[in-house]
């Protein structure tokens, strides 16, 4: 009967998960741009490009801008702010794809500055099964690291190759690289194994942080940034937030849609600085406020630390995650994830606006990325005629695909007196069935 119930409590929170029939996402938009620079849009053969970029002034400031789960179809040239910026001005990859197989945070910002496969890298999920324990590994876990506030431990230990911070690091030793974003495994990842400081969201304390393997504490930057608490208990940016996050109509469709998440209201009008600190906290996750005050964090690290007259080439990487959250919880087609972009794009634009008001447009780099993509709700795809799964519906039943598998190893291995509950095991998003000769000895 435990084991019964073990296996029972793993489904469950397993089929949690909303599981989605058709083709992989379409792979996250790989962009390249000299912010200000004359080089022109189209593709160009690689020769051609490496000489155009060594006839450019040596940049005093790589500015990376990782949007997690930016399609390539919604970055247009008519985006008025910065990414249209980026589009109109800058060098476009519109058709590079992803190389891997599991799309997700972890390994897609990985691969960014590393030019490895997630794979090799160590990490090829955000959670994967470690096959020699058969126990689950978070990507950036690393219990000798707990947070400043004893949360937690987050650091690189588990990638297995350095990234471009390091590698500047090495032929500038007093090179400043910064990596900045909502979520610790995305910022993380952009950063390597010495950043001279990695600040995520820590959405349990309503502020930002890092772990003791970076620092004992936090940059001052970032702490004054964090504020000193108000009478409520919030940190000034927090208690500033509107109580509400309105927005507009979408294009596509209907603004109460079918398939989308009600953790935080269907339509315009969601919860954002209501209740109490955790509260508010998932909240501004879940809004594209995140965004907001990454880049508002961002600008106040490179003026604090005088990135663009220091004579050197920093890097500051940023991990921008409210496309993300929002689109899981309404789909990309969604009135929330129109009006999510539409901000990010005017407040990127005010970061290059006031960066480009301190050094010349030759002396910034700014690269913008997606870790991944992302496919449309499923009942949106049914209303436009555009299914991809051949069952006629778009959605599968976690059980049912669950049970199928469950069923199979127990009439292979362990029936007609035990279960499967050693053969199979989920981490993140994936089930994993071992082919350990041993636990299937065991069970036939």
Not at 239 to 260: C, I, M, V
Not at 269 to 281: A, C, F, I, T, V
Request: charged share 20%; proline share 6%; aromatic share 8%.
């Amino acid at each position: 009967m435990q084991k019964l119930a073990q296996l029972y409590g793993k489904l469950r929170a397993f089929s949690t998960s909303r599981m989605v029939c058709g083709t992989l996402a379409p792979a996250g938009w790989i962009g390249l741009a000299l912010c200000g620079s004359s080089v022109a849009q189209g593709p160009t053969k690689s020769s051609e490009t490496v000489q155009h970029l060594g006839r450019q002034a040596t940049p005093e400031l790589v500015l990376v801008v990782a949007v997690d789960q930016l399609r390539r179809d919604r970055v247009t040239h008519e985006l008025p702010g910065g990414i249209g910026r980026l589009v109109r001005g800058g060098r476009v990859f519109s058709q590079a794809q992803l190389d891997h197989a599991i799309s997700t945070t972890c390994p897609g910002h990985a691969v960014m500055l590393s030019g490895r496969q997630p794979g090799k890298l160590g990490v090829p999920d955000n959670a994967h099964l470690d096959r020699n324990s058969w126990q689950q590994r978070y990507c950036v876990a690393d219990p000798d690291s707990p947070s400043l506030e004893g949360g937690a431990g987050r650091s690189p230990k588990l990638i297995k190759a350095s990234m471009l911070g390091d590698w500047l690091q090495v032929a500038q030793p007093d090179a400043q690289v910064i990596s900045i974003g909502a979520k610790d495994r995305a910022v993380v990842a952009l950063g390597g194994y010495g950043p001279s400081a990695a600040v995520w969201f820590d959405r349990g304390l309503g502020r930002f942080t890092t772990s003791r393997y970076y620092a004992t504490v936090l940059p001052s930057w970032a702490a004054s940034f964090n504020g000193p608490l108000n009478t409520q208990g919030l940190p000034l940016f927090l208690a500033q937030l509107p109580t509400q996050w309105q927005h507009s109509a979408g294009r596509w469709r209907a603004d109460d849609f079918p398939g989308e998440a009600d953790d935080y209201q269907r339509s315009s009008g969601h919860p954002l600085g209501q209740g109490k600190l955790s509260d508010r906290s998932n909240q501004i996750y879940a809004s594209p406020w995140m965004d907001d005050v990454v880049l508002k964090l961002a600008g106040a690290a490179i003026e604090a630390e005088n990135l663009l007259a220091n004579g050197l080439l920093d890097l500051v990487a940023l991990s921008l995650a409210a496309t993300d959250v929002v689109g899981h919880h309404y789909g990309p087609f969604s009135a929330e994830s129109e009006d999510a972009l539409q901000r990010l794009d005017l407040q990127l634009g005010l970061l290059l606006d006031t960066l480009l008001k301190k050094v010349s447009k030759h002396k910034l780099l700014v690269v913008l990325s997606a870790d991944h993509g992302v496919a449309p709700l499923p009942e949106f795809a049914e209303a436009a005629n555009s299914p991809s799964c051949p069952t006629g519906s778009e959605r599968l039943s976690a059980w049912r695909v669950l049970g199928g598998a469950l069923w199979h190893l127990f009439r292979n291995f362990t029936a007609p007196f035990d279960t499967p509950q050693d053969l199979v095991t989920f981490a993140g998003t994936m089930i994993y069935v071992t082919n350990n000769s041993e636990l299937l000895g065991e069970h036939s």
